[in-house]
């Protein structure tokens, strides 16, 4: 669909077949999936991008049709939910942050606003490194782990759920030097793992040979991840900064983080009250 020739409209598939990721192309190798995406776009819009409407019309329609819910039945042609608060959020922005709503490790990364992420996924509407870095610091994630969901066993991970994990998460209150160390530390941690997810050669060309791509996920690594000192040393460096933007030690235990969180949720709700 995407080869094709432009539609009558003038405009491309391109426009509405888009790449589509769920937790497991964020944990494992990304599968280079894609999906008909018309966003709010009306029948009379939808229908101008030929292949793509008809492909919807044959596959989709049928069960559509008879849905129990009015608005889903005579919008076929529109995803089910068609998240408009968050189409609204991310106007303007080319990139925001994705995790994966269920995970061993608590990872975030970089996703293109050309790309939909579907409900396996939490997304933020944020492109700036400052957030990155805050969401992959060790205080969010010790909050994280105490206010989501744990599965039944460690290894299947937890669940982060955007209003206890996210919503009541108290961000520190930088000065504009700790911001940037911040965000400089999350830049550098973001290139020096897509480095080793995606290693390329001193032509910059990507090396296939020799490497074993299918075992470079972000789950393996996170696993192995004392065995990798760079990968620890960068983390490190982020915690540190985070917790200088919040006027600690570099080196306070979990417990101390998880009260100072609390007790810093408890004094901000007061005050909004």
């Known amino acids: 669909m995407v080869a094709q020739p432009l539609n009558v409209n003038g405009r491309p598939n391109s426009d509405v077949v888009l790449p589509v990721m769920n937790g497991k192309d964020i944990t494992d190798r990304n599968r280079g999936m894609y999906t008909i995406n018309f966003g709010l776009m009306s029948f009379d819009e939808a229908c101008q991008y030929d292949l793509p409407f008809e492909h919807v019309k044959r596959v989709v329609k049928p069960t559509r049709v008879n849905n129990r819910m009015r608005w889903r039945a005579e919008n076929w042609w529109l995803y089910g939910s068609p998240a408009s608060a968050m189409r609204a959020a991310m106007k303007g922005l080319k990139r925001y942050i994705a995790t994966p709503r269920v995970s061993k490790h608590r990872v975030f990364v970089w996703v293109d606003v050309g790309v939909v992420c579907n409900d396996a996924t939490d997304v933020f509407a944020s492109d700036d490194d400052y957030t990155f870095g805050i969401l992959h610091s060790r205080m969010h994630e010790v909050w994280a782990r105490a206010m989501g969901t744990q599965l039944r066993e460690v290894e299947s991970g937890f669940r982060y759920t955007p209003t206890t994990c996210f919503e009541t998460f108290p961000f520190p209150r930088p000065t504009d030097e700790q911001r940037e160390a911040i965000a400089e530390a999350a830049r550098e941690l973001n290139r020096l793992r897509e480095g080793w997810l995606n290693p390329v050669d001193a032509e910059g060309n990507p090396v296939t040979f020799g490497v074993d791509l299918r075992r470079r996920t972000l789950t393996n690594l996170y696993n192995d991840y004392d065995g990798h000192t760079w990968l620890v040393n960068?983390?490190?460096?982020?915690?540190?900064?985070?917790?200088?933007?919040?006027?600690?030690?570099?080196?306070?235990?979990?417990?101390?983080?998880?009260?100072?969180?609390?007790?810093?949720?408890?004094?901000?709700?007061?005050?909004?009250?």
């Open 234 to 273: 960068v983390h490190n460096r982020l915690n540190a900064a985070v917790a200088a933007a919040y006027g600690w030690d570099a080196d306070i235990g979990d417990e101390q983080v998880l009260e100072r969180l609390l007790a810093l949720n408890l004094e901000r709700a007061e005050g909004e009250g």
